[in-house]
């Protein structure tokens, strides 16, 4: 047996059917393998970084782990801004590629991939001996799944088109890998049950772990009962829709009424969620609040801006054992759950004027709200314009949102949607990126075309890159070359294979989402929105402006099938 089909082999035994690449020297004897492999489909990208955030979305939009190939060298080397973005999300993938020795002589395409992937925040494993090839493979499975991070196994030049002496005998890391769907111990709970007991304005707080365990009715049964006020993550938006006590997004884009409950708070139980900075807003967001988490890794990973209890366990477990010891406690209680609480969560903030020179991205944002059809996924990039979704658009029931800025880049869009649209083709996979970003990647429309991956792309199109713009305005700078002419990007689908549509208006979102949802393949729609009005993040954050973001709530109920 050839080495290239061993590896093959158990990429697809390791793989939940979809693996992500771009072919090149380094792959093309396993990629080749893989086409025999039915229980694995390729799906491939026309760049390399592309590949990695197509697993990085599938990953994020699943729960699952990712795998991609690209080639050896430069192959991997364009690969960077992807790779730092999914371990800065701490998405579980293992990226397959091989490697020229680096010494000058055997190839230009040499490259250290140690030291590459450790500048990647990405852990690095050799399979440069055949005596431990399948031991290896397995560890670097192992590592990704336990620890939640991007691996990179590479195999040497030497070994591409090797011989394999001996049977292969591949056994997949998931029969190694330890339950994460236990509630936590008992003495843990009743910790934290203590806690709980004593709070008199508690908030739940759910992340993405809460998510992809399946805990929202869990977590709702536990509110009700101690009187908790609801919130999220901006990866878990709109987790808590349809309650009456939902705050919405916890952090940098808390609406108005969120901000001043969050900050009356005296207790905070995150479940699934990393508190980080963004979620935290640095720490200050809730300043009164004791902190109690609880998440299925085995420890907290550093002490962190909020520190407090941590309790390892499956969010949805543990919450439910939780609610039946509260319950020994005594009944419900009213806890944060006033007229007081109410009648501010009810009062409506007020939008400043509506823009003149474009459309109006808040009134688009609230448009499609109301054209998404059930249980589509929104997939934001990153930019100026992402706060108009984050803080403007109200998901529809059983939707989902997830982003590709957890490195601040732009340009990462297009392929993480398409990967999200892949873990469940069902949904319609709506991308909202914007002109620039899109530019940087426009050519994964053919790839995307040539697929049939369903994607509305709604294009944020101020025809420059906004947040350059308002930054050198604002700092008293020439801000020439961060605005062009629009390209005609509907010509530029049509060119790709796709179609799309210029909207004159922001209700006509409407339609466009109705012909999107109807294509095999992606649909552009051009939004050319105010190219000066500052969002509501940018206002607060360079402008020391007031917070004027919304709380959202959902636009209607589930639609009957």
């Not at 390791?14 to 390729?42: H, K, P, Y």
């Not at 960077?80 to 397959?96: D, W």
């Not at 905070?268 to 009164?288: D, I």
């Not at 051009?526 to 969002?535: F, K, M, N, Q, W």
Request: charged share 20%; hydrophobic share 45%.
């Amino acid at each position: 047996m050839k080495v290239s089909h061993a590896i093959a082999e158990a990429l697809a035994l390791e793989s939940d059917g979809i693996l992500f690449g771009l072919m090149g020297d380094a792959n093309m004897a396993v990629w080749d393998a893989l086409l025999t492999q039915a229980r694995a489909r390729i799906v491939w990208s026309r760049h390399d970084g592309a590949a990695i955030l197509m697993a990085d979305g599938y990953a994020q939009a699943s729960g699952k782990l990712g795998i991609a190939t690209v080639t050896s060298g430069p192959g991997l080397a364009s690969a960077a801004n992807a790779l730092i973005s999914a371990a800065r999300a701490g998405s579980p993938l293992v990226v397959f590629t091989g490697e020229y020795p680096n010494d000058g002589k055997t190839s230009v395409q040499g490259l250290d991939t140690r030291r590459f992937a450790a500048a990647c925040e990405c852990e690095f494993r050799s399979l440069a001996s055949l005596d431990t090839l399948a031991e290896d493979v397995a560890e670097g499975f192992y590592t990704a799944r336990t620890q939640q991070r991007p691996v990179i196994i590479s195999l040497p030049y030497a070994h591409w088109d090797a011989e394999l002496p001996w049977d292969w005998d591949y056994r997949v890391s998931t029969d190694f890998v330890p339950r994460r769907d236990m509630a936590a111990p008992a003495e843990a709970m009743a910790e934290l049950a203590d806690k709980l007991a004593t709070a008199e304005r508690p908030v739940i707080l759910a992340g993405r772990g809460a998510q992809h365990a399946d805990a929202r009715a869990a977590l709702v049964a536990l509110g009700d009962h101690v009187g908790a006020l609801f919130a999220t993550s901006l990866v878990a938006k709109g987790f808590f829709d349809g309650h009456a006590h939902d705050l919405g997004i916890s952090g940098s884009f808390s609406s108005v009424p969120t901000e001043a409950l969050m900050a009356e708070a005296d207790f905070v139980l995150a479940v699934g969620a990393s508190l980080n900075s963004f979620t935290s807003e640095g720490g200050l967001l809730f300043p009164r609040a004791e902190v109690a988490r609880i998440d299925v890794k085995p420890h907290a990973p550093s002490i962190g801006l909020v520190p407090g209890l941590y309790v390892k366990g499956d969010a949805r477990r543990t919450c439910e054992a939780l609610l039946t010891m509260m319950q020994t406690r005594g009944g419900p209680r009213a806890g944060f759950r006033n007229t007081d609480t109410q009648q501010r969560l009810a009062t409506p903030v007020p939008l400043p004027a509506r823009a003149t020179d474009g459309l109006d991205p808040r009134v688009l944002m609230q448009a499609l709200s109301k054209a998404l059809p059930d249980r589509a996924q929104v997939v934001s990039g990153a930019g100026h314009f992402w706060s108009w979704p984050v803080a403007h658009l109200a998901l529809p029931p059983g939707g989902r949102f997830q982003h590709s800025a957890s490195f601040g880049s732009i340009g990462l869009g297009l392929g993480h949607a398409i990967g999200a649209a892949m873990a469940d083709p069902t949904r319609l996979t709506v991308l909202i990126e914007g002109d620039g970003s899109l530019l940087q990647a426009v050519q994964e429309l053919h790839a995307a075309v040539e697929q049939k991956v369903r994607v509305a792309v709604v294009v944020m199109n101020d025809a420059a890159y906004g947040a350059e713009v308002m930054k050198m305005q604002w700092k008293g700078r020439n801000h020439r070359d961060a605005q062009w002419t629009s390209p005609d990007f509907v010509a530029l689908a049509r060119g790709f294979g796709c179609d799309g549509t210029v909207l004159e208006r922001e209700d006509d979102i409407g339609a466009a989402i109705a012909r999107a949802a109807t294509c095999e393949g992606p649909f552009v729609i051009d939004a050319r929105i105010s190219p000066t009005l500052v969002s509501d993040a940018y206002s607060r954050l360079f402008l020391a402006q007031e917070n004027r973001i919304p709380l959202l709530r959902p636009v209607r109920a589930a639609r009957s099938a």
